[in-house]
């Protein structure tokens, strides 16, 4: 049963209990945000192999053959 508003303190608010936190943590999650979280993680992983197999010197190449 939720406390009267006579009851709250607003300088000390009842702690969050496991539901709180729960529906806090997929408030504004999307149906594919994790999959495109999952998606970002290989790229960057992706990226991460390719600078360390080729080195610096291959992407600033592509940059210069770019612009």
Request: with cysteine; glycine share 2%.
């Amino acid at each position: 049963m939720a406390p009267e508003p006579e009851e709250l303190n607003e300088k000390n608010p009842p702690p969050l209990d496991e539901d709180d936190i729960a529906l806090l943590k997929t408030y504004g999650l999307w149906p594919y945000s994790a999959s495109i979280e999952k998606a970002e993680k290989e790229i960057k992983e992706m990226a991460k192999k390719v600078m360390d197999l080729c080195g610096e010197r291959l992407v600033h190449w592509f940059f210069l053959k770019t612009i």
